[in-house]
């Protein structure tokens, strides 16, 4: 017998293992063919992908296509493959999958190295997603590390591959993938961290998007950079390995500094515009608006919404800087001087108290008689030598105020440096439009939206105070009045009520002219008294001022009712367009992701409120205020002489107003506190409000020339400088208004209320 050959036990039991060998792999094949059989019939059809839509957020513009607003759960912004740069693409592909263009979806020799490690070794499961397994799982599947959905994920990947090419999965890919702080694809990161488009990142930065994907969370480069940056530079050295820069390039990516994007509102020079134009566009199409990617183009300017904007910032700053430092906004427990302020406190504190535009908020690391540490919320750390820091050591009328180490304080950029300040207590509103067309060009409805998503402009009815008077001269002139018309200016007692002139002095008598160019309030009640409560009342109303909401008696001159600024600028457009009050637009149209325009806005016929020739009367009026009266600041600023407007400040301060026009603009500002309370002894609306309303004109008439308003074609007539109504003209026309001087006034209701300032 050979000494090779086998007993026939030994020989039949070889057979059966080989046998064994071969069968089970086979029969495990079988049973894998058939799970995948059935797998593959109830994988979920491609329709998401092969007309795929991505979920656009409502995006919100200017007239002059600045983005203004963003609205939805993601932010996104879908570029096509061919304008992705090429360096951005091929950096992805050498880190996420190499092999891209030529596997089938699945990396087969991947996926047994990393089956082959995580059968060997415990810890974290290691996998070997392709592009095209990832876009998988993240369009239909979830995260979670089980058999069945990575076999489920493989066979997806698969059926991908069959019925899109590779250039639809990579640009499907780069554009979906979240990339962490609400930004999906790479486009919307780009914007997200660095304030770039994609053309213009540099590889430094490109490495760092690139190694996102990998854990958007956890490498957030704005909550965690120097982890971000560890991964940038595994991404730097792979890019190096595959050819793709050189070791110098490297060297050089690695050494430039990540100017990382503080996150902020994407909105953030028309907050409360951009609500408004939320509110209709999501009622008109319901909640699928936040992911459809419509684009709303507005009337706004965006130099003028700006203008707006940083002159009423700029205001509240001033009187706020006139206020005593009231201490430490919050306090909290970040840990022993000692030692790293605790992390999670230090998120707390900048959730609490964000930053309101450049009034940043800061967190008291140390402080002694001689400096003080503070950090920011994009982790800037500031120093303040003793004289910057003084206001931090004054002792709060409130203990709990008191600057500490924890406490969130304000700080205002000075050039290169900082100031203590704080958030002002008062609010204000301004609103610019066209006033022959009503389109809005400038909004701003508070100090900052995320302070206060209450409008002023729309909302807040506040006492208009002397920008009131003008109605009631326009009402004058209605009855054969005139520039000229004298005017008793005496003082006056009706009942218990005895009003007094702001300035506290008195003339025998003043003409309409010079009465309401220095806003005299005797002149106006005797106006008021002579024409009748019900009359001024209703006149008023003519100009879409609310009637129920103005008095029944003659507080009614001074400006006692309420309005809100949007109507203001609306009734005094009415004078600059020929009598007419237009309808406000603030939508302009609605288009599509694809710029197809779904709704257009068509012009609406204003309201005629007053005649034309009131109207031209009335603005020349209101030009004297600008030119010799309590708004000459206003024409002196902005070197005009076509401007027409009137200060208004109500009684002890409480709300300081200037609503004035030129042609082709009109604008209303308010400023107050929103429980009324005096702004101070010594505010008013020419020093208040007035420096607001120029700061937006002077955007509004940038390069206009100089254009006052030109008379009707009839129903005037002109004598020396001054305008009649022709058919009350010489004789006619009323000389006087009320009684002679040092004679008995009318009375007046009981109960008539106090008086106001100009």
Do not use: C
């Amino acid at each position: 017998m050979s000494l090779l050959r086998l007993p026939p036990l030994l020989a039949r039991n070889r057979r059966l293992l080989l046998g064994s060998l071969v069968a089970l792999p086979l029969a495990l094949l079988i049973v894998a063919s058939m799970v995948a059989a059935v797998l593959w019939q109830q994988l979920p059809a491609l329709d998401r992908l092969t007309d795929y839509q991505p979920k656009e957020p409502l995006r919100i513009f200017s007239a002059d296509g600045v983005l203004i607003g963003e609205f939805g759960s993601e932010r996104r912004r879908f570029v096509p493959l061919s304008e992705i740069p090429k360096p951005l693409q091929d950096a992805l592909l050498a880190v996420e999958d190499t092999d891209f263009w030529n596997h089938p979806g699945l990396d087969v020799s991947g996926i047994v190295r990393a089956l082959w490690r995580n059968l060997t070794h415990r810890g974290p499961r290691h996998g070997a997603s392709t592009i095209t397994q990832q876009l998988a799982r993240d369009t239909y599947l979830s995260k979670e590390q089980t058999w069945s959905r990575k076999a489920v994920e493989a066979l997806l990947a698969l059926k991908m591959e069959r019925e899109l090419s590779k250039a639809q999965i990579l640009e499907i890919y780069m554009n979906q993938i979240f990339m962490g702080n609400r930004a999906y694809g790479f486009a919307a990161a780009s914007e997200r961290y660095f304030g770039k488009r994609l053309e213009q990142l540099s590889t430094a930065e490109i490495a760092l998007l690139v190694g996102l994907p990998k854990d958007p969370v956890r490498l957030n480069p704005v909550t965690h950079l120097e982890r971000a940056k560890r991964r940038q530079a595994v991404v730097l050295e792979r890019l190096a390995a595959v050819g793709l820069i050189s070791p110098g390039e490297v060297d050089v990516a690695k050494a430039t500094p990540l100017l990382i994007k503080r996150p902020k509102r994407m909105s953030s020079i028309a907050d409360h515009a951009a609500e408004m134009v939320r509110a209709e566009v999501v009622a008109r199409y319901g909640e699928d608006a936040y992911a459809r990617g419509l684009q709303v183009t507005t009337t706004l300017l965006s130099e003028e919404q700006v203008a707006a904007q940083q002159g009423l910032r700029r205001a509240l700053f001033d009187l706020e800087r006139r206020q005593a430092y009231r201490g430490a906004e919050g306090q909290f427990p970040i840990g022993p001087a000692d030692a790293e302020p605790d992390e999670e406190a230090v998120d707390a504190a900048f959730n609490k108290h964000p930053d309101l535009g450049e009034l940043r908020a800061a967190l008291v690391l140390q402080l002694d008689k001689s400096q003080a540490e503070l950090l920011l919320s994009d982790g800037q750390r500031v120093r303040l030598a003793a004289a910057a820091m003084r206001p931090l050591l004054v002792t709060p009328k409130e203990p709990s105020r008191r600057v500490q180490r924890g406490s969130v304080v304000r700080l205002l950029p000075v050039g290169k440096d900082w100031a203590i300040s704080q958030a002002p207590e008062a609010e204000g509103a301004v609103v610019s439009l066209d006033p022959s067309t009503g389109a809005i060009r400038a909004l701003v409805g508070g100090f900052d939206f995320a302070r206060g998503q209450f409008n002023h402009v729309t909302q807040a009815y506040r006492q208009p105070g002397s920008s009131f008077k003008p109605f009631v001269y326009s009402a004058a002139i209605e009855i054969g009045a005139w520039e000229g018309t004298e005017v008793s200016d005496e003082p006056v007692t009706y009942g218990d009520w005895s009003p007094k002139n702001y300035d506290g002095k008195y003339e025998p008598s003043l003409t309409l002219r010079q009465a309401l160019a220095r806003s005299k309030n005797m002149v106006t009640i005797r106006l008021l008294d002579h024409l009748g409560v019900a009359r001024v009342r209703s006149w008023a109303a003519q100009f879409g001022l609310e009637e129920a909401r103005q008095p029944q008696n003659l507080t009614l001159a001074l400006g006692s009712g309420a309005v809100t600024p949007l109507q203001m600028a609306q009734a005094y457009s009415a004078f600059a367009a020929g009598g007419k009050v237009p309808a406000v637009q603030l939508i302009d149209k609605v288009s599509d992701a694809q710029g197809q325009v779904l709704w257009q806005a068509t012009p609406t016929e204003p309201k005629q409120a007053i005649s034309e020739r009131n109207a031209f009367m009335t603005a020349q009026l209101l030009a004297a205020v600008t030119r010799e009266g309590t708004g000459a600041r206003a024409s002196a600023l902005l070197n005009r002489w076509d401007l027409y407007g009137k200060t208004g400040t109500t009684n002890d301060a409480m709300d300081a107003w200037f609503v004035g026009f030129q042609a082709t603009r009109t604008a209303a500002v308010w400023i107050g506190y929103p429980t009324p309370r005096s702004l101070g002894e010594r505010e008013t609306g020419g020093g208040l409000a007035l420096p607001v309303w120029v700061s937006t004109m002077a955007a509004a008439l940038k390069g206009v020339p100089v254009s006052p308003l030109s008379p009707p074609a009839e129903g005037l007539v002109q004598q020396g400088e001054a305008w009649f109504y022709e058919e009350l003209a010489g004789d006619l026309a009323l000389k006087r208004i009320g009684p002679e001087p040092s004679a008995e006034p009318a009375s007046a209701p009981e109960n008539a209320g106090a008086s106001a300032p100009p």
